[in-house]
Structure formats: structure tokens, C-alpha cells
């Protein structure tokens, strides 16, 4: 089992930033990917961006180049740099991770971002 707790989310103007913080806990040493979704009301939860154990990152078109996801193995964590926000990126986001070699996937509580104009 793992264990996720997402911090960080508010409300901030658009053009400004934020960090979101994820700490994992648990079985640990069996977490692969670890990365953050959004979901906007009325929409279907999407994946913003993800880092692997070995470091590669993969972002969604709409915040390539503005949000910047980054892990520190020593303290189990996973940020996301807002930078740039929009209006759009106003969500709940979630933070989850993939384990091996079970296949099971873990989801956060999820923390809430408002982007006033």
C-alpha cells in the first residue's frame, strides 16, 4: 500500500505561480511513475504530467512549457511548478504514482487550484 498527501493548492490570479507538493508513504520502493491529473467540473479527470524512476517527463500540450513536475527520491516526493497559470488550469489535481510489480495505482485526496482573471 501507498500512501499519498497532496499540499499546496489555493486560489491565485492568472499569470502567477503555484507548487503543488505530493509526500508518499507506505511501500515506497515499489513506486514507478509518479505524476499529477486535473479535474475541471464537468470535465473527465487528464493527465497533466509525469515523471518515471528514471527521470523522464511527460507533459500535456496545454501546460508544456508552463508547468514543470520534479521528484526527490530521498524525500518521496513529487512537485508541480505552476507557472503561468490560467483561468483553465482551475481543477482539483491529483496526485498518484504507479508500483511494480503489482500494477496497483494510488491516488491523493486530491487539492483544489483557482485561477482568477
Known amino acids: 500500500q501507498v500512501r499519498l498527501v497532496e499540499s499546496g493548492g489555493g486560489l491565485v490570479q492568472a499569470g502567477e505561480f503555484l507548487r503543488l507538493s505530493c509526500t508518499a508513504s507506505g511501500v515506497i520502493f515499489s513506486i514507478t511513475t509518479m505524476g499529477w491529473y486535473r479535474q475541471a467540473p464537468g470535465k473527465q479527470r487528464e493527465l497533466v504530467a509525469r515523471?518515471?524512476?528514471?527521470?523522464?517527463?511527460n507533459y500535456s500540450d496545454s501546460v508544456k512549457g508552463r508547468f514543470t513536475v520534479s521528484r526527490d527520491y530521498a524525500k518521496n516526493t513529487v512537485d508541480l511548478q505552476m507557472n503561468s497559470v490560467k483561468p483553465e488550469d482551475t481543477a482539483v489535481y491529483y496526485c498518484?504514482?504507479?508500483?511494480?510489480?503489482?500494477?496497483?495505482?494510488?491516488w491523493g485526496q486530491g487539492t483544489q487550484v483557482t485561477v482568477s482573471s
Open positions: 515523471i518515471t524512476r528514471g527521470g523522464v517527463t
Open positions: 498518484y504514482c504507479d508500483t511494480y510489480p503489482s500494477g496497483n495505482q494510488y
